[in-house]
């Protein structure tokens, strides 16, 4: 089972997760219930087409753009629709 915690709290837990450029790609589902909060930073992969973002909202703390996913993957990354990565300091192991 591969976890993300943050502010000493399990954020997303599952044994299905994608990884791809060392990143574990969890299933939206797998994201405790409102942790995750939109925001309208976006970024460009080549390969993997436009990220989107968003923040975490942990007991009272939050983690800007914390959280990334791609509504609409180019082909070569159809695997991680529907899926969300972190960083910005989220322990996922």
Not at 66 to 88: C, D, L, Q, T
Request: proline letters at 6%; hydrophobic letters at 40%.
């Amino acid at each position: 089972m591969v976890k993300a915690i943050w502010n000493d709290q399990v954020i997303a837990e599952s044994d299905d997760t994608v990884v791809i450029e060392n990143n574990h790609y969890f299933p939206l589902d797998a994201v405790t219930p409102g942790v995750l909060a939109k925001s309208d930073t976006t970024s460009i992969c080549p390969w993997k087409g436009t990220a989107h973002y968003y923040s975490l909202q942990v007991a009272g703390a939050e983690n800007r753009d914390a959280a990334w996913y791609y509504p609409e993957p180019k082909p070569a990354a159809s695997s991680i629709r529907g899926r969300v990565a972190f960083w910005k300091g989220v322990k996922v192991g």
